[in-house]
């Protein structure tokens, strides 16, 4: 019972880091990009090769890593974000980035294979830890950093307070003279080396594996939609809800059902709170 | 029906198909085609027409085909009550699924499908007293004359023709401009006393039924079917056929499906690439023509022979204004 709270506890924090991504993407373009969840999945990806194939030191691959999320960020922005959101149809992101996200899940498995491969050890320690293996607390820790680190970005730096400003309204911020094509360029940016930093942190989790990218996204989502979009805080409280209740759910019912009952969360988390737990209600159809 | 001659060619062509197709796969080809057409007509009032993303239309095929292949081969029933009872499995299944999460806006419905897909793949995989499992159930074949290649492709053709006329009633009456409305502004149909979620439920049920109806036929196409036949990928590609087509008509997804399943198999590396290339597909239509290819063509087509526009400018004619005045004065 300890071990599947823990285990769920480590699970929702890779979902929370996901959110994290949605978040920051979404608060500088208003787009919840489905690329979310394939950042991580390079990130885990990538580190292995880095480090199994290259050979190269934890830390340079942990630096590979990140660069490889950030430059997919931006890849994204330019891509599938840029030329889509100066059109006006709205629902156009949805499929710009989600042909994005299965192009690169795709090339992934075929440049990759479409076994989970092993992650390696990144900080020495014994296999006998039991619950205190590094590959349990590594994804809290991260998704725990990556949230108070935005807290601090968002209150204490510029560019912080020039993301807020575009979340709340971009129009006026451009009058206001803020280049927000460069801002969210910066914010794709860096999402992805979030993501990417995440999926390092939970490879031995997950393995390094092809198709983790469209699990984390529809479970990322799921963790946002429940927490309330673009909060922080609820992002993490939904990741870590989300986890320990499909570790539970599998430990009483069994592997089988786990999908099933992550999206029943969802579904009446929708219909009772539609704006999630710690989100702000914004309706103005017209 | 702007062109019948070309409509009435089109229709034998496609009736007289197993006479003169060069051998048994490219039979097989045309018959797969039809039973993913039979889906995507049925999907293209939803996404086409109403504009709501679904991308997992996979799940309600793989539970048409399973229902199929469980009433009709395990239990020994008629196959015919076994495909109405899986287009009826189908439509339950999309009212169920679209009750809740058609009030949801555009992304949480995406994602509530992507959802559902999921969830059913991995039901077939947990129910495995009913489904078989991994390992996958066999499916029997519709008795004479519909057993052999042909009358299979009949079957379909039939079926095919029958529920592309009914998306072809739905589109041009009042209830495709009422879904066009929902589609382009949710205001504005509300405004006008269009019943948003009425309207939106009764094209995805409609969806449903057309779906079980393809995952029957198709199961009857593979005769084995397991969860791998079912993945999420094949979903994109419903949801790429309609949106190279362009959205808003029937003819264009039709092409999109016809060229999209004939590609790959065909040349080698495509198929090697795969999903990837309808990716790249997807992302090519989105950037440069979000309309569809359908609009390509319309395109071309002013090019090659402009409209004609009718002006008649009217000389002045003084003497008759003259005398029109003078007739009112006096």
Redesign the interface.
Known sequence: MLSALIAGLATGALYAAAALVYNVMFSTSKV?SVTAGHTAMLGGVFGAWFMQVLGLPVPLALIGSVVVGGAFGLLTDI??IR??LA?S????W???T??????V???IA?WWGTEPRPFPRVIPQDFGAGLLDQKYWLPVIVAIGLAIGLEVFYRRTLYGKLFVAMSEDIFAARARGIPTDRIRMLSYVMAGAMGGLAGFAAGQLTFAYFALG?TLT?NG??AL?VGGLGSNVGALVGGAALGILSSIATYYV?G?????IS?GL??VV??LKPEGLFGTRNVR?? | MKHPLAFAAAAAALATLPFWAGDQYQLHLAALIGAYWILIAGLNLVVGFSGQLSVGHVGLLAIGAYGFAIVAGTHGVDPWIALAASGALGALCGFLLGLPSLRLPGFYFAMATLAFALIVTELVLALDGLTGGGLGLSVPTFPEPFDTPAGNYWLILAVASLVTLLTWNVARLMWGRGLICVRDSVVTAQAVGIPVLHAKLAAFVFSGLTAGLGGALFAVIQSYITPDTFLFELGMFFFVCIIIGGRGSILGPFLGTVVLTALPELSAPLAKLGNFFYGLLLLLVVLLLPEGIGRLFQIAMERLRPRRIESMPIAPHPQRLTDAIKAGQR
Do not use: K, N
């Open positions: 919840l891509v599938a030329r889509v059109r149809d709205e629902h156009l949805l499929l710009s989600l042909a994005l996200a299965t192009m899940q795709q090339a075929l469209l529809l989502f799921i939609a069994g089988e059902f786990q999908q099933t999206v969802l579904m929708l219909l159809p017209v």
